[in-house]
């Protein structure tokens, strides 16, 4: 432990909790996380379990920013917990699931996808593996659109860290993920195209094609959406899973592991993307939607 720095963050700790006014709860969390990211490893245990008791404390309200900061800091804070400290969280409040307050599910859903994204080696491990994934299952349940598209964000933020790590993707994820397409919400299936874009940007080496099998087929139904934004999303992801601004080499490996009737509309797919596709580069955006836009 750093006295000083215990102290400067206990300083905004103190004015996360006692302040009204909203916005300054909100970046006394954001300079926590920011605090976290520089130097939580420094931090004490005691410092966590009140950053852990106050940050929750706000999972629930209805200020989305506000909501966004704290659960961005009670995520990051588990990167620095040893493993009956983590344990003890992640069962009291990352996967608790036992809420039928849409909001507060919401803020469980946000905290697990800022908790994937700074601590994926510890949630992504074979002691939580399961149990994470089957928690985001349950959030993807939701008949609440602003749960589902985060819960999305959370396949997105697994299946990435598993990408990064050379492990092979969880199947029962990727299948879900891939089925999202169909789902009413416009934001859900676009949330859907821009994972299968991180993914195919997340290694050098193409997905593998049982991967391809799965996703391949979901992304030609999303490039015949009416939509037109889910349309373009749809076809940059179909351009970036297949390499297709390099070549069609992955196309045509794809198209001969497919049926004849899947074969046919991937061609028919890849002969409709609009020439701006070819000439774009997908911008991929931070999936944790925890973390400040600018």
């Not at 245990?45 to 909501?67: G, I, M, P, W």
């Not at 094609?209 to 076809?235: F, H, M």
């Not at 009737?261 to 797919?269: D, I, T």
């Amino acid at each position: 432990m750093h006295p000083r720095l215990e102290t400067l963050a206990n300083d905004l700790l103190e004015v996360a909790k006692a302040n009204a006014d909203l916005g300054t709860k909100e970046t006394s969390f954001r300079s926590l996380r920011a605090l976290l990211t520089a130097a939580g490893a420094k931090l004490s245990a005691q410092f966590r379990s009140e950053l852990v008791a106050v940050s929750s404390r706000y999972l629930d309200t209805e200020e989305n920013e506000l909501k966004n900061a704290a659960a961005g800091c009670l995520g990051a804070v588990v990167r620095f917990m040893p493993d009956d400290e983590l344990a003890g969280v992640l069962k009291n409040q990352i996967f608790d699931t036992s809420s039928t307050d849409w909001g507060m599910q919401h803020g469980h859903c946000l905290t697990l996808g800022a908790a994937l994204k700074e601590a994926g080696d510890k949630l992504v491990s074979e002691t939580y593996a399961d149990q994470t994934m089957e928690v985001i299952l349950k959030h993807h349940t939701s008949d609440r659109a602003a749960v589902v598209v985060t819960s999305t964000r959370c396949m997105g933020l697994y299946l990435l860290h598993q990408r990064r790590t050379n492990q092979p993707l969880n199947k029962k994820l990727l299948i879900v993920l891939a089925k999202s397409f169909n789902h009413a919400a416009t934001d859900v299936k676009q949330r859907v195209a821009e994972v299968c874009s991180q993914l195919a940007a997340a290694a050098p080496e193409p997905l593998d094609i049982s991967e391809l099998k799965i996703v391949v087929p979901q992304i030609v139904n999303g490039t015949k959406e009416k939509n037109s934004a889910v349309r373009y999303d749809s076809e940059m992801a179909l351009a970036d899973v297949l390499a297709l601004r390099k070549d069609d080499t992955l196309l045509e490996t794809c198209k001969a592991a497919m049926d004849s009737g899947a074969r046919e509309s991937l061609q028919n797919a890849r002969k409709a993307i609009s020439k701006s596709v070819f000439m774009s580069v997908t911008k991929l955006e931070e999936l944790d939607e925890t973390l400040p836009r600018f």
